[in-house]
């Protein structure tokens, strides 16, 4: 497993992450405990969940703080407040009782990273990072980062954080794959002016780039790409043929380069990926392995080019 550091921080996080939205949700203790093992033993250090993951929401904290018992220094413990489950979740309330539930539910007296899962629309930036800054002086937290938001508003939150001495961002994370590039537009530059480390969640578009879905072919029956028909479509197949033809050509396999070369991009801090068995895991782990030339980076962005 390779390593690297987040944004402005000091948080050292492997190239793969752990992400957990199916904890809770279809995943049981058993194996998420299986996944923890898979993901220490594997390198991976950077476990991200959310308080509204899992049915009903808290689930996926709840057993992850269960699975991490005794091995909780092991890991980057990060966590995400707001999103669906909570009103007004930046303001200054909203975030301290968010906090205390995750922290009750993983079972920790601290979370290494602490992210606003989608700005609520009404609370001021300003107030959001001064709940979150007391957070940091009382241990609770040790950094902090965004969620879902544009470009503009990563330099917004920067410079708020500049003006009033406030803690800032050092991470955001945006939905980003090799299907998926639009955060190269805007987000990813603004992470990278503001010392903003980017980690991509639905790295390998629903599955679509582990190649359970081909042109003429029928996905998996229950995988996430099966409930999801509007995603295959031709253009996307396409692109998918694209990489899996360049990928046969090299001696590498599709989720090698769906892995592989997102990590290896400008600002890409750690790929969030998402598992329901500690054999994806351990795959998406392996990949991760992999990291390309500039050559070969170069020809996978002609196949598939940003915009």
């Not at 994370?173 to 603004?190: F, G, I, M, N, Y």
């Not at 099966?226 to 396409?238: K, N, Y």
């Not at 360049?246 to 400008?266: D, Y």
């Amino acid at each position: 497993m390779r390593y690297r550091t987040l944004g402005d921080s000091d948080l050292r996080t492997s190239v793969v992450g752990l992400g957990c939205n199916r904890v809770g949700a279809g995943v049981d203790l058993a194996r998420t405990r299986a996944m923890v093992d898979a993901a220490i033993d594997a390198g991976i250090t950077l476990i991200d969940t959310a308080e509204s993951y899992g049915e009903p929401a808290g689930a996926s904290e709840e057993l992850l703080g269960q699975a991490l018992a005794g091995r909780r220094d092991r890991v980057l413990l990060a966590t995400k407040f707001g999103g669906p489950v909570r009103d007004a979740a930046g303001s200054r309330a909203g975030v301290r009782q968010a906090v205390e539930g995750s922290l009750r539910r993983l079972r920790t007296d601290h979370l290494d990273l602490y992210q606003y899962h989608v700005p609520d629309g009404v609370t001021p930036i300003e107030e959001t990072l001064s709940a979150l800054t007391e957070l940091v002086r009382e241990g609770k937290v040790r950094y902090v980062g965004s969620s879902n938001v544009s470009g503009e508003q990563i330099g917004e939150a920067a410079q708020a954080a500049r003006a009033g001495g406030l803690v800032p961002f050092v991470s955001t994370q945006t939905h980003w794959s090799l299907l998926e590039r639009d955060a190269e537009r805007e987000v990813v530059p603004a992470a990278l002016r503001h010392g903003v480390g980017v980690l991509p969640y639905f790295p390998l578009a629903h599955g679509l780039l582990t190649g359970k879905a081909r042109r003429g072919q029928e996905p998996p029956a229950g995988s996430r790409i099966a409930r999801l028909p509007h995603l295959r479509t031709p253009e996307r197949l396409d692109r998918v043929e694209a990489l899996a033809t360049w990928a046969a050509e090299h001696g590498r396999s599709l989720l090698e380069v769906a892995i592989g070369a997102l990590a290896a991009l400008p600002g890409c801090g750690s790929v969030i990926a998402g598992a329901t068995g500690p054999e994806q895991v351990l795959a998406n782990a392996a990949a991760g392995d992999w990291e390309p030339t500039a050559e070969e980076l170069a020809q996978i962005t002609a196949l598939v080019p940003p915009g």
